[in-house]
Structures are given as C-alpha cells and as structure tokens.
C-alpha cells in the first residue's frame, strides 16, 4: 500500500515517544522504563478512544527490541524496528480481542507463547486491543500465562472501559491511564499535519475541529480529511462549522451577558434568537450557552479556557471579571438542570431556568436591580361561620412559606448534595426539603420541622453514622465550619389530632375544605356551635 492512500491518522502516526501529543506523564514513564531497563511482563493502557493506546504500544514494542535506542526512544532504522514497522509476526502480533474473544483463542495464544520465540529482537509483544470484550472463561485461562509468561513475552492489554475487567487481570498488569486530549494539543497537531501536507486552515477552523473530536485525536484527523476532501486545500472557519453542522450564534453570549445584568426581558429575547438561529433547535442552543458558561467559570477561577473560540475570548473575560462567583454558579446550576425530555423542540424549559433563577436572585450581582418577585397569593380561605364578632385567622409565620427552602441558596445546595444519600430507607435530601425553618446558635444548627413524619423519618436515619457524618460534612462545607445537629418539632405539627370540632367544621372539612388556622371561642360560641 502506497503512502499516499493511507488515511491521515495512519500516515501521521507517531513513530517515537516524543512524536506523541498529549499523554505525556505515560510517555514519561514508559521512556524511564526502557532507559532503566525495567520492563514488566504485562502492562495495561485505558483510556478513551483515540487517545494514542495502540500507538504507544507499538512505539514500546519496537523501544524494548531496538539494538541502538537513544534515551528511551526506537531508532527506527536497526532491523527489529524495520521488522516491527513491517508487521513481522515474530516480534509483534496484534489481536483484536472484540473478534478474538473466545476461550479457544487465549488457548491458540498460550500455545504461541511457549512454543515460538522472539525471532531477531529480544521480547515477542503480544498487543490485545479491546481487552474487555474477552469472554470470562478467556480471561482465566489467560492468567496463568499472564502472571508467568516466558521471559521473551511481553503483554500489552487495551481498552477503552478498564471497569469491566476482572481484579485479577488488573492486579497482574501495571496500568496506565490516557486522558482525553485538550483542544490546544488537538490543534497544534492538526496545524503540524496541515503544514506537512500544503493546506491552509485558520486558527479558528482547527480550533473548531478540535473541539469537534471531543479529546479525540484520531477522529479530529478524520475530520480534517474530511474538510479538506470537501473544501479543497484551503479550509475556513465557517466551512468548517457548515460541515460540523454547527451554526455561528451570538446569542449565547447575550444570554449570558442578560442574566448577569438581571434583565429578564433581555434574557427571554436572547432565547429566542438563539434558538431561531439555531434552526429551532433548543438544546444546540443550549449546548453552546453551557460551553460558554463553563469557559467563564474557568476563566473566572484563573484556569484557562481551551474550548472557547478566539474571537469570544475577550468577551468572555470581561464577563467573567464583572459576575460574581454567585451569580456564576447560580446560572450553571440553572441552565445545568435543563433537560428537553417533554418537548425537545420547545424552549420553555430553559425559559423556565432562567426566570427562576433571576427571579431568586442566584444569578443576579448583589448590585445589580432584582426583577420584581412574583406575589405570593394566600390560600383560599373556607366560609367562616356567620357570628357575632368574627375574628379573622392569624396569617401564617414566614418561616412556614412553602418556599423556604427555594429562597434560601445555601438549603437548595445542601439538599441538593444529599439527594442520593441514602444508608437505611429514606435518602436525606427530600427529607431536608421538608423543614420548616432552621436557626443556628452558636455551635449548634437547629432544624425545625413542621410535620411529624419529616422528623421522625430524618430522626431515624441519622441513626445510621454514615448518614450523620454525611450531614455533618455537607454542612460544614456549605455553611463554612462545623455544625452539630439538632432536630426539633415545631409547636404548629401539622400532624397532630385536631380538637373536636362543630358541625360546621366538619361539613365543611367533608366537602373537600381545609382547616388553616384556629383561634379560642368563648363557651357562649362553642354552645352555638353544639348541635
């Protein structure tokens, strides 16, 4: 096969430990290995696709066999190197365990192993690619041979999903982990490719198919193919974005920008062309705001931002430099809660999260002009009955609002953080929600509950010590120190047994009405009241 057909991510694999971009701590290691001459008989690369496992297998494979390596590195020209680039089959053998996968395989393997030797270089590398398609029954009867191979042997296993390998696989392996690759290392590589072979693509169109591949370097080679095949030698950034499918849309800065003003109107209309600039798309749009939030976060905490586009990259900074932290989480925790799962074509749902989230203030400076919260209308009142001098019902304390909890930022988080806590039946978070008002004094938080059930449920399962100690440090992260915890049930349980009432009252509690507060009556009402 002539170099020309070769697809790019093949004709542009790295041949050396320093060609390779972005795994650098492995590259590392492995170069240490071979210097020192500490070679294990079986090692383990995870990881996700495209991250260069196979590659770096095949560059150890030729760095434990070269006769002249320097510093580590295959010099890529004695024979067990030429031999290995040529696919000889006595010093590499390469198996596919998704289509290798049964117990005869392993076995055809372990016949190999004690039966054939190292030809001209000193190891015979077995590379299993997808290792965790192996059937049960392979993998023990690979691990004999894995824990005890000839000295010539060396076994290098791959995957993208390490979790389903057995633990005692794993423990006969030293294991090294790939990362995704940042977009900047994705780019400088795609620009060295695009210089190598005479195209010219913009800054911003490599950055884009960068970001595209998702850490990705082979599938961002792909792309880049693609383009080229498409467009010609001369690619740009919004040709690039046409074959993406991606689409140019400015609103998602003035999104952001809105909701850090807290311009409601501002906010909704930015929605809306957003979404129409999207091709009535919604959650793309929604996509590429929380891309943009999530730079603004990074940029705001001094990390830098490697997913944002050049162009936005001033913007974002000064966005970032005028949001406070607060009005930065709260709109990530907002826009990050959208889901499309009703209507996937309908922009309510993000409406929604960004109106509440102005509406409470979460996304909001503490300078900034609040929108005007929405007035909470009381609860209808059943027909008093008709006496002389009736005294209207005391309304209700604050601290009952069914929306405690809401207008409180630091009790959303802490429920929200203990929504999966669970270690007897009842997990913590909902349980939290149900309080009525909390009060801290001094080393103590005291949380008051309203209804009976809420507070025996919690009682019980703080009985559990992980449960208490999960409380305890949540608390303590959120509210800033330590805290212990008290529980206590408020004087108005609505739980308890009501008082005998008139014959009114429970008419009127049989045709669906609800008692909502009670007051004293003299003896010469309550005899009125006596049938």
């Not at 070269?66 to 004695?78: K, M, S, V, W, Y």
């Not at 990259?313 to 970032?320: G, H, M, V």
């Not at 109106?355 to 929405?374: D, I, Q, Y």
């Given at each position: 096969?002539?170099?020309?057909?070769?697809?790019?991510?093949?004709?542009?694999?790295?041949?050396?430990?320093?060609?390779?971009?972005?795994?650098?701590?492995?590259?590392?290691?492995?170069?240490?290995?071979?210097?020192?001459?500490?070679?294990?008989?079986?090692?383990?690369?995870?990881?996700?696709?495209?991250?260069?496992?196979?590659?770096?297998?095949?560059?150890?494979?030729?760095?434990?066999?070269?006769?002249?390596?320097?510093?580590?590195?295959?010099?890529?020209?004695?024979?067990?190197?030429?031999?290995?680039?040529?696919?000889?089959?006595?010093?590499?053998?390469?198996?596919?365990?998704?289509?290798?996968?049964?117990?005869?395989?392993?076995?055809?393997?372990?016949?190999?192993?004690?039966?054939?030797?190292?030809?001209?270089?000193?190891?015979?590398?077995?590379?299993?690619?997808?290792?965790?398609?192996?059937?049960?029954?392979?993998?023990?009867?690979?691990?004999?041979?894995?824990?005890?191979?000839?000295?010539?042997?060396?076994?290098?296993?791959?995957?993208?999903?390490?979790?389903?390998?057995?633990?005692?696989?794993?423990?006969?392996?030293?294991?090294?982990?790939?990362?995704?690759?940042?977009?900047?290392?994705?780019?400088?590589?795609?620009?060295?490719?695009?210089?190598?072979?005479?195209?010219?693509?913009?800054?911003?169109?490599?950055?884009?198919?960068?970001?595209?591949?998702?850490?990705?370097?082979?599938?961002?080679?792909?792309?880049?193919?693609?383009?080229?095949?498409?467009?010609?030698?001369?690619?740009?950034?919004?040709?690039?974005?046409?074959?993406?499918?991606?689409?140019?849309?400015?609103?998602?800065?003035?999104?952001?920008?809105?909701?850090?003003?807290?311009?409601?109107?501002?906010?909704?209309?930015?929605?809306?062309?957003?979404?129409?600039?999207?091709?009535g798309d919604p959650r793309a749009f929604h996509r590429a705001v929380m891309g943009l939030l999530q730079a603004v976060m990074h940029l705001k905490a001094g990390a830098p931002a490697e997913e944002v586009p050049p162009d936005a990259?001033?913007?974002?900074?000064?966005?970032?430099?005028?949001?406070?932290?607060?009005?930065?989480?709260?709109?990530?925790?907002?826009?990050?809660?959208?889901?499309?799962?009703?209507?996937?074509?309908?922009?309510?749902?993000?409406?929604?999260?960004?109106?509440?989230?102005?509406?409470?203030?979460?996304?909001?400076?503490?300078?900034?002009?609040?929108?005007?919260?929405?007035?909470?209308?009381?609860?209808?009142?059943p027909p008093a009955p008709m006496r002389p001098t009736p005294r209207p019902p005391p309304p209700p304390p604050p601290s009952q609002s069914p929306s405690a909890e809401r207008a409180d930022p630091r009790w959303r988080e802490l429920?929200?953080?203990?929504?999966?806590?669970?270690?007897?039946?009842?997990?913590?978070?909902?349980?939290?929600?149900?309080?009525?008002?909390?009060?801290?004094?001094?080393?103590?938080?005291?949380?008051?509950?309203?209804?009976?059930?809420?507070?025996?449920?919690?009682?019980?399962?703080?009985?559990?010590?992980?449960?208490?100690?999960?409380?305890?440090?949540?608390?303590?992260?959120?509210?800033?120190?330590?805290?212990?915890?008290?529980?206590?049930?408020?004087?108005?349980?609505?739980?308890?047994?009501?008082?005998?009432?008139?014959?009114?009252?429970?008419?009127?509690?049989?045709?669906?009405?609800?008692?909502?507060?009670?007051?004293?009556i003299s003896p010469d009402q309550a005899k009125e009241e006596t049938p």
């Open positions: 096969m002539s170099t020309q057909s070769l697809v790019l991510y093949r004709k542009y694999r790295p041949q050396r430990f320093g060609e390779v971009a972005g795994q650098e701590w492995t590259v590392q290691a492995l170069r240490q290995a071979v210097v020192q001459g500490k070679i294990v008989h079986a090692y383990l690369f995870a990881g996700p696709r495209g991250t260069g496992k196979t590659t770096i297998a095949r560059i150890l494979a030729k760095a434990v066999n070269c006769l002249a390596p320097q510093e580590g590195e295959p010099c890529n020209a004695c024979p067990p190197c030429r031999a290995i680039d040529q696919g000889d089959p006595f010093l590499l053998v390469e198996l596919d365990a998704a289509s290798h996968r049964g117990i005869d395989d392993v076995r055809a393997i372990r016949e190999a192993v004690l039966t054939m030797g190292p030809g001209t270089g000193r190891y015979r590398v077995y590379i299993l690619d997808e290792a965790h398609m192996l059937t049960n029954e392979a993998f023990n009867a690979l691990l004999k041979t894995l824990e005890e191979p000839p000295p010539h042997v060396l076994f290098i296993l791959c995957t993208t999903e390490a979790y389903r390998l057995p633990p005692t696989v794993v423990s006969r392996c030293q294991r090294y982990d790939f990362h995704r690759l940042s977009p900047l290392a994705i780019a400088q590589r795609l620009a060295f490719i695009a210089r190598q072979e005479g195209w010219q693509l913009g800054e911003e169109a490599l950055h884009l198919i960068a970001v595209a591949s998702r850490g990705s370097l082979r599938d961002a080679c792909n792309l880049l193919e693609q383009a080229v095949t498409t467009y010609g030698p001369e690619v740009g950034s919004q040709q690039v974005r046409d074959l993406l499918g991606m689409r140019e849309n400015p609103y998602a800065l003035s999104l952001l920008q809105a909701m850090s003003k807290g311009d409601v109107a501002g906010a909704l209309s930015a929605i809306a062309q957003g979404v129409s600039a999207s091709e990259l001033d913007a974002l900074k000064a966005l970032s430099a005028s949001w406070p932290w607060e009005g930065v989480l709260g709109a990530v925790r907002a826009l990050g809660s959208v889901t499309f799962r009703g209507d996937a074509f309908s922009s309510l749902p993000l409406e929604l999260a960004v109106v509440e989230a102005l509406a409470e203030g979460s996304a909001v400076p503490a300078g900034s002009a609040s929108p005007t919260p929405r007035a909470s209308t009381p609860p209808a009142q429920c929200r953080a203990l929504e999966r806590v669970r270690n007897k039946r009842f997990p913590l978070g909902p349980l939290l929600r149900g309080y009525e008002r909390y009060t801290l004094e001094g080393d103590t938080l005291t949380i008051y509950f309203r209804h009976r059930t809420h507070w025996e449920r919690l009682q019980d399962e703080l009985e559990h010590p992980n449960s208490k100690s999960a409380l305890e440090e949540a608390v303590a992260r959120i509210f800033g120190r330590p805290y212990s915890i008290r529980l206590e049930l408020s004087e108005t349980d609505s739980t308890q047994p009501l008082k005998p009432q008139g014959h009114l009252v429970r008419t009127a509690l049989q045709l669906g009405g609800r008692i909502v507060g009670e007051q004293p």
